[in-house]
T-cell receptor, first 115, second 112 residues
Framework: DGGITQSPKYLFRKEGQNVTLSCEQNLNHDAMYWYRQDPGQGLRLIYYSQIVNDFQKGDIAEGYSVSREKKESFPLTVTSAQKNPTAFYLC??????????????FGPGTRLTVL | KQEVTQIPAALSVPEGENLVLNCSFT??????LQWFRQDPGKGLTSLLLIQSSQREQTSGRLNASLDKSSGRSTLYIAASQPGDSATYLC???????????FGTGTRLKVLA
């Protein structure tokens, strides 16, 4: 089955700790995205990547970092610099070409809670 | 700066009713618009994608329209069912960018 997997489903972080959220896709998509969702709010873009070894900051990148070493993987690190990291994190991917953009496919999400 | 608004924030309807969800955007220079469904605690599921050159898209009981000049899209759900209960989000991608801007969603409850 093709799709996007995120792990873990639930994650607890202590103050001052860095944590990494995993996102893997086997859809052969070039573009991948990380979003944050807070209760009652829409999705806000953290980072996105159009190709391997390249990524751009979204609207709320402060306190987060990413890497894109492989086409199928786009891990997100929530650093201790992120002051309010408790949220639901969603990873997405999409196929893009010069002529066509497919829909965004989303993973099941990771719920991060700071203790 | 593109802003996406969805009204109402919440809606309850009896089963079988036809309903319309609204999505407004401030910048008409869009590349495409998507409608998604989100169940509680889950990821988003794509419902319909409308390219900027299209006026509407249909999938089963769902029909989405796009009017770029007025900055509006509507999602029409025919013969609603309790299983349609979820939050519906629209997202806009502007021309010349790979970023998507999301609305805050409409939480729909269909009563049996």
């Amino acid at each position: 089955d093709g799709g996007i997997t995120q792990s873990p489903k639930y994650l607890f972080r202590k103050e001052g700790q860095n944590v990494t959220l995993s996102c893997e896709q086997n859809l052969n998509h070039d573009a991948m995205y990380w979003y944050r969702q807070d209760p009652g709010q829409g999705l806000r873009l953290i980072y996105y990547s159009q190709i391997v070894n390249d990524f751009q900051k979204g609207d709320i990148a402060e306190g987060y970092s990413v890497s894109r070493e492989k086409k199928e993987s786009f891990p997100l690190t929530v650093t201790s610099a992120q002051k309010n990291p408790t949220a639901f994190y969603l990873c997405a991917s999409t196929y893009q070409s010069q002529y066509f953009t497919d829909t965004q496919y989303f993973g099941p999400g990771t719920r991060l809670t700071v203790l | 700066k593109q802003e996406v608004t969805q009204i109402p924030a919440a809606l309850s309807v009896p089963e079988g009713e036809n309903l319309v969800l609204n999505c407004s955007f401030t910048d008409s220079a869009i590349y495409n618009l998507q409608w998604f469904r989100q169940d509680p605690g889950k990821g988003l599921t794509s419902l319909l994608l409308i390219q900027s050159s299209q006026r509407e898209q249909t999938s089963g009981r769902l029909n989405a329209s796009l009017d770029k000049s007025s900055g509006r899209s509507t999602l029409y759900i025919a013969a609603s069912q309790p299983g349609d209960s979820a939050t519906y989000l629209c997202a806009v991608r502007n021309s010349g960018t790979y970023k998507y801007i999301f609305g805050t969603g409409t939480r729909l409850k269909v009563l049996a």
